[in-house]
């Protein structure tokens, strides 16, 4: 096991240290990293959508965790929402960042508990849930977390491999599927977790077991499909998670909401907003103050018997539509 977690950490030394790795000398430290720091506006709007599904907690002392602390953005937007007595977990590999976080949720929230590490967030899970990846152990009553974006030729095939056999991944790896499968691990019964992705994980053959890994081991809330909003600076569609853990393994039966927002050019806007998170509240074709149009689709997750099948919205006008092409469509061919 230490040699796994050796090897973890490599991993996230490797991400952090672009310089070193000669094929990709001309990749930003940033890029390799992971690194895509979170703006405000989708800070609060992943920290709203949590506390909207929370659940009250008996626990004297809400346990929060950020996995990937950046600058406490996302700690920030969510801790200035909270009442009562909260302790902070958190994991960052940039001492840079760290620093700035630390000072900044110190500053911030004096009465707040921190326990802010230098370190990788897999090796906390590998360290603190060893022999069975899931066996219990520490749990958190909140996580938020925008987990680094790390691509296969950044981090190494080496060690993308371990990451795959240690996770039960397969094809092309991306590190926050790790990060993904690690947070079901240690949400607490009856917590909120609130995450940003890529939306790659939904449609790709190698996000199907993050997919099947998130379908059974949390009771999902809400997703939204953020498109090509462009909320980030670096080339991500992004997505959020809003889920629950299970209590008792007990999942809710309602369908979790699904919402897509994708830009429709050439289009007439129907709507205004002031922004594309604003816009979410809408449905239809809606206006930006830059011009651009968003057709903005609510809905719920397309339920499937299959776990690994592809994520996509489910509501009356895109179910009419499929049959619509069911019914004209002659042959198939693959």
Known sequence: MDAV???ISEVFLMASSAPALVRYQDVSEAKAGGATYTPQVLADFVAEQMLAVATPNATPRLRVLDPAIGHGELLVSLLSRLEGQVEVFGYETDPAALAVAKERLAGLFPGVKLNLSLGSFLDHVLEDHSGDLFATGERYDLIIANPPYVRTQIIGA???????????????VDLYFAFLLGMTTVLAEGGTAGIIVSNRFMTTKAGAAVREGLSRKLDLKRIFDLGDTKLFDAAVLPAVIIANGPVAGTRSAAEPQFTSIYEA???????????????LNSTGLVGLPDGRIFDVQHGVLE???????VWRLSSVGVSAWLDAVEAKTWARFR
């Open 303 to 309: 339920a499937d018997s299959n776990a690994t099948a």
């Open 158 to 172: 080496d060690k993308a491999q371990l990451l795959a056999d240690q996770f039960g991944l397969t094809g092309r």
């Open 5 to 7: 977690k050796d090897s």
């Open 265 to 279: 050019k050439g289009k007439k806007a129907e709507l205004v907003a002031g922004n594309a998170i604003e816009a």
